[in-house]
T-cell receptor
Framework: DAKTTQPPSMDCAEGRAANLPCNHS???????VYWYRQIHSQGPQYIIH???NNETNEMASLIITEDRKSSTLILPHATLRDTAVYYC????????????FGQGTRLTINP | DGGITQSPKYLFRKEGQNVTLSCEQN?????MYWYRQDPGQGLRLIYY???????QKGDIAEGYSVSREKKESFPLTVTSAQKNPTAFYLC?????????????FGQGTRLTVV
């Protein structure tokens, strides 16, 4: 599975858009990009995933570059409850879905 | 309500004792996973199961054992051979074992060995 690189921490003002970057330069053609978040002492929560095209759901948008070597998770109107550790993961379509979690980005939303 | 349940939330054991962590799901998911998380770290995969009566080692399986006798249950035993068992343990499930499906996580069991 491809490795991902994320900044260790980010801050964002409440009400603003939070843009979380992720580099996955060794991603292969059959690997999806997943985003999960973990609020302190809870289990991770699925946010969104994509293969090539940009994706949007009720929680966030995922922008994947054309070469697929990086992506950005966008929380359009961040609230205090969005404070969490955000994990970017790549997972192969083939074989078992072994989600490999890195250290993630600790996002702090400030009032 | 459908979901994945881990019990207990907090568990204390004496060193040298085996302990079993429970994980149950009523989502009718084929795949189930166990992860370990240490303070300030990401999750590391211990074991996973793609189907009943089958499971595979993850990246840190030493000192752990699992069983998958029923689709809805995937208990994890932390044996006395695990050198540093104190950690936060997370169970997850997904509808299929391959990519393009989201994983659902339980709320975790925090194990402390004294």
């Amino acid at each position: 599975d491809a490795k991902t690189t994320q900044p260790p921490s980010m801050d964002c003002a409440e009400g603003r858009a939070a843009n979380l970057p992720c580099n996955h330069s060794t991603i292969s053609g059959n690997e999806y990009v997943y985003w999960y978040r973990q609020i302190h002492s809870q289990g991770p929560q699925y946010i969104i995933h994509g293969l090539k095209n940009n994706e949007t759901n009720e929680m966030a948008s995922l922008i994947i570059t054309e070469d697929r070597k990086s992506s950005t998770l966008i929380l359009p109107h961040a609230t205090l409850r969005d404070t969490a550790v955000y994990y970017c993961i790549v997972s192969s379509l083939q074989g078992a879905q072994k989600l490999v979690f890195g250290q993630g980005t600790r996002l702090t939303i400030n009032p | 309500d459908g979901g994945i349940t881990q019990s207990p939330k907090y568990l204390f054991r004496k060193e040298g004792q085996n302990v079993t962590l429970s994980c149950e799901q009523n989502l009718n998911h084929d795949a189930m996973y166990w992860y370990r998380q240490d303070p300030g770290q990401g999750l590391r995969l211990i074991y996973y199961s793609q189907i009943v009566n089958d499971f595979q080692k993850g990246d840190i399986a030493e000192g752990y054992s699992v069983s998958r006798e029923k689709k809805e249950s995937f208990p994890l035993t932390v044996t006395s051979a695990q050198k540093n068992p104190t950690a936060f343990y997370l169970c997850a499930s997904s509808i299929a074992p391959t990519g393009n499906t989201e994983a659902f996580f339980g709320q975790g069991t925090r194990l402390t060995v004294v």
